[in-house]
């Protein structure tokens, strides 16, 4: 049974900084696609990045939505099969729950299919005051 768990979300003034994890259990996160997704009140799920299998010598390529390019960074620590998501320079926009998420198929791994993955956290509130 696949289960994600999020956490570290939290309360930050625009420009902060905050670290979401998500730990993974009954599915290799470096084996899969994964990506993180957020969703604000009355708005569209929206998927904000995906990290690749990882292949020999590449822990795997990444790609992020054009609105948090720069600022965010996603990755893994393989060894805690766990899924991170670092948020620099937050701004009140990126204002939402967010989910971590992972899917079986291996191809079309981009940021906009990852709220259709397979499997998803139950989320972490993210909330930045101007």
């Known amino acids: 049974q696949v289960q994600l768990v999020e956490s570290g979300g939290g309360s930050v003034q625009a420009g902060g900084s905050l670290r979401l994890s998500c730990v993974v259990s009954g599915y290799t996160a470096s084996a899969g696609c994964m990506g993180w997704f957020r969703q604000a009140p009355g708005k569209a799920r929206e998927g904000v990045a995906v990290?690749?299998?990882?292949?020999?010598?590449?822990?795997?390529?990444?790609t992020y939505t054009d609105s948090v390019k720069g600022r965010f960074t996603i990755s893994r620590d393989n060894a805690k099969n766990t899924l991170l998501l670092q948020m620099n320079g937050l701004k009140p926009e990126d204002t939402a729950m967010y989910y971590c998420?992972?899917?079986?198929?291996?191809?079309?791994?981009?940021?906009?299919?990852?709220?259709?993955?397979?499997?998803r956290g139950q989320g972490t509130q993210v909330t930045v005051s101007s």
């Open positions: 990290i690749n299998p990882a292949v020999t010598n590449s822990d795997g390529w990444t």
């Open positions: 998420a992972a899917r079986n198929d291996r191809h079309a791994c981009l940021p906009s299919y990852v709220p259709a993955f397979d499997y």
